[in-house]
């Protein structure tokens, strides 16, 4: 049987408290309590998932250095999770920008893209995935470059409360 699609990711971050209220007052995730004894973690789930969790914090301490991956290591870029209408991305650009997480965001055709960082510097792109039915081949053709995102010309094109997303049986 294939993997059919990411179930959760662990960082190491600095300072647990102040992580988890980034992700919980910012991203809206909620913890779930099931830390094992004797750790300093906590466990994550994203704001209409169906995941047990999405996220694993674990705390090294404030002494950690910042992550040096793809400057002068290899290491994960950055983790990316789905919003279902293009309104929820206009909130989370906001929201982003209030906590001064907002790092970019980008027009990638297919996807229309936010790019943060958490408290630790670790980056994450939050995206709205235009539904296959409403692709065309402008849309297609985008995927090959990175334009600017203008979520006004998005939402008059498709619609702000537009679900987006892959469903089973879709051809992109």
Excluded: C
């Amino acid at each position: 049987m294939p993997i059919t699609r990411l179930n959760h990711a662990v960082l190491y971050v600095a300072e647990l408290d102040r992580s988890v209220r980034f992700y919980t007052d910012v991203m809206r995730f909620r913890a779930i309590p099931m830390t094992p004894e004797g750790f300093r973690a906590a466990f994550l789930q994203a704001p209409g998932s169906i995941n047990d969790h999405d996220l694993g914090l674990f705390e090294i301490g404030s002494q950690a250095a910042p992550s040096a991956a793809g400057r002068s290591t290899v290491g994960l870029y950055h983790l990316a999770w789905e919003v279902d209408t293009l309104a929820e991305l206009e909130r989370l650009a906001g929201v982003l920008t209030d906590a001064g997480a907002l790092t970019g965001a980008s027009d990638h055709g297919t996807t229309k893209s936010l790019y943060g960082a958490d408290p630790d510097g670790l980056e994450f792109e939050v995206a709205w995935i235009v539904p296959a039915e409403l692709l065309d081949d402008a849309a297609r053709d985008a995927r090959r470059r990175i334009g600017r995102l203008d979520l006004a010309r998005e939402k008059e094109r498709y619609g702000a409360e537009t679900q987006g997303g892959i469903r089973p049986g879709a051809v992109r």
